[in-house]
C-alpha cells in the first residue's frame, strides 16, 4: 500500500488527504498537523453569541471548488449566503467618510468618487490599445493605470488589493495575483470585454446544462461559521490525521519508500509521496538540508501581517449602521483601520439579539505596526475609527483580538518566476509535491482548486508506479 505524507492541516493540507481518499481508496494518507487545532487560518469561536471569524470570513462561488467540496462532505444543506444588502451595498472610507461602491455602468457614471477625466480613462478601456510589447512582469497599479487610468487605479485597485491581499498594488504582480486579467488583455484586448465576454459564455454553458442564467457572485459560510468545514473534514478524515507535530525535515530515502519525513524527536514516517501543505517559510525550513536553493527561492515569499479585531457593539449605540458587506479604506490611505465587515449584517447569527458584531482588519504591509499595539491600545484605535466612520455614541461590549504574523502570502514582482523555478526543480524529486496559498492564489477556492490538482496527480503517479 503506497503512503503519502501531508504536512500541514489547514485548508489546503485537509481538502488534499480528503479528495486523495476519495480517488484512491487504496493509498494510506497521514496528515500532520505541527498545532492541535486543525484549519490554520480558518477558524470560528463562539463567545456567548457573537460568533467571531478569525481568519477568512466566508467564499465566493467564483469557482466551484469550496462549493463542490461543501456538497461531497454532505454540508451542502447547510450553507448560507451572504444577505442581498451585504453583495449591494458595499463602501469605501475616504476622506473620512463612507462612499458607496457603485454597481454596474450607471453606478460608475454617477459616482462621486471619480473625477469626470477619471470616468472618461475608465469606460473607455475597451478602446484603448493594447501595446505590441507587454511587460513579462508588472505591479497592479501599474496595470491597471495603464488601461484604466491612475484614478481607477489609486480608487479601485488599491481597495481591491487591500481587501484581499492587505497588500499594496504597486508591490504586487498582476499576473500572479490576478492572473485572469493579463489574459483578459491578450485574448479580447479589453479587461471590460474580457469580463463581458466570460459573463456571457457562462451564460452559454448554463443554458447547454439545461440550468437559469447564472446570477452574481456571492459569498457563503455556514449558520455556525467556516470551522464548520474544518469539522467535517476532521471528523471524515479521522484517524489519518496526527496533531501537535511539527515536520523538521523532509529526507530522500534510500528505503523502499522515497521519503522520510522527520518530526520532532525520534517521530519519522516513511512516504511514497510528501505533500507539503504548510506556509512558505515553514516548508523552506523542512527542505533546508535537502536543497538549500530551493529552500532561499521558497523563503523568499514573504507574508503580510495582520490583526482581527472583532467589536460586539449594542444595536442602540449604532444609531447610523449602513445595512452592508462593510467598508474598504485603500492602503494608500495609511489609516489605521485596513476595513471592516459588518458580519452580523453579511451572515445571520453572528450576534445576540439587540448587538452587532463587526470585524477590523488592522496591518498589512504598511501598518505592520498596528499588530505589534497590545490589546488595549488596537481596541481603542478601532473605536476610535467605528467613531468616525460609523458614528457609534459608545464603547463596544465584547472585544476579540487575533494577531497574525504571517498572514496573507504577498505574489510580488517576480513570483512567477519564482514560481517556475521552484517548479522546476521539483519536478526533478518524484513523489515531493508544494502547495498552499503561498503559489498560485491566496483565496480559499484557489486552495481547494489547488488541493484538487495536487489529489489527481498524486493518484495518477502512485497507481502507475
Ligand atoms: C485574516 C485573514 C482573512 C482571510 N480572509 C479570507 C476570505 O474572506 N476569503 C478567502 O477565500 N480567503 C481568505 N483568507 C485566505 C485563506 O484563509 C487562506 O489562504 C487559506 O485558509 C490558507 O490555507 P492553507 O491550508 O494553504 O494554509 P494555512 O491555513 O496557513 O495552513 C497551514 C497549516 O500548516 C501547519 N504547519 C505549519 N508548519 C508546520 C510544520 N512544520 N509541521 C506541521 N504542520 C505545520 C499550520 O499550523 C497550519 O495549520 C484570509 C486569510 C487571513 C489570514
Known sequence: MPHVVI??????????????????????????????????????????????????NGFLDRTPFVPRLCRDLGLAD????????ARKNRYLFLDERLRKLPGGLLGLLTTSLLSTRGKWQLLTEPIRGTPSQLPADESIAEFVTRRAGKEAANIFADALVTGIHAGDPALLSVASAFPRLPVMEREAGSIIRGFMRASKQ????????GEPPPGPQRMWSFREGLGVLIDEL???????????????????SAGVAGWVVRGDGRDAWSADAVVLACPAYEQAEILADLDPGLA???AGITYNRIAVVALGYRRADCPGQPDGFGYIAPQNTRRDVLGVQWCS???????????????????????????????DSLMRAVHEE?????????????????????????????????????????????????????????????????AEIVAAKLARDLATS
Not at 507535530?245 to 523532509?250: D, R
Not at 519564482?418 to 522546476?424: G, K
Open 386 to 450: 467605528m467613531k468616525l466612520a460609523m458614528g457609534v455614541t459608545r464603547s463596544p461590549v465584547f472585544c476579540r483580538i487575533v494577531r497574525w504574523h504571517n498572514a496573507i502570502p504577498q505574489y510580488t514582482i517576480g513570483h512567477r518566476d519564482r514560481v517556475a523555478r521552484i517548479d522546476a526543480v521539483i519536478a526533478r524529486c518524484p513523489g515531493l509535491i508544494l502547495t498552499g496559498n503561498a503559489y498560485r492564489g491566496v483565496a480559499m477556492g484557489d486552495c481547494v482548486e489547488q
Open 202 to 209: 457562462r451564460r452559454k454553458e448554463a443554458k447547454a446544462r
Open 78 to 85: 447547510r450553507l448560507v449566503a451572504g444577505s442581498e444588502a
Open 345 to 375: 449584517s453579511i451572515y445571520p447569527d453572528r450576534a445576540p439579539e439587540g448587538y452587532v458584531l463587526w470585524r477590523a482588519l488592522c496591518g498589512g504591509v504598511h501598518r505592520a505596526d498596528m499588530v505589534d499595539r497590545d490589546d
Open 7 to 56: 504536512i500541514g492541516g489547514g485548508l489546503s493540507g485537509l481538502a488534499v488527504a480528503f479528495r486523495l481518499k476519495q480517488l484512491a481508496p487504496d493509498v494510506s494518507v497521514r496528515v500532520l498537523e505541527h498545532r492541535h487545532r486543525l484549519g490554520g487560518n480558518v477558524g470560528t469561536e463562539d463567545h456567548n453569541g457573537f460568533r467571531v471569524e478569525t481568519g477568512p
Open 234 to 252: 476532521a471528523s471524515q478524515l479521522g484517524p489519518s490525521i496526527t496533531t501537535g507535530v511539527k515536520v523538521q525535515s523532509v529526507e530522500s
Open 296 to 298: 532561499q527561492d521558497i
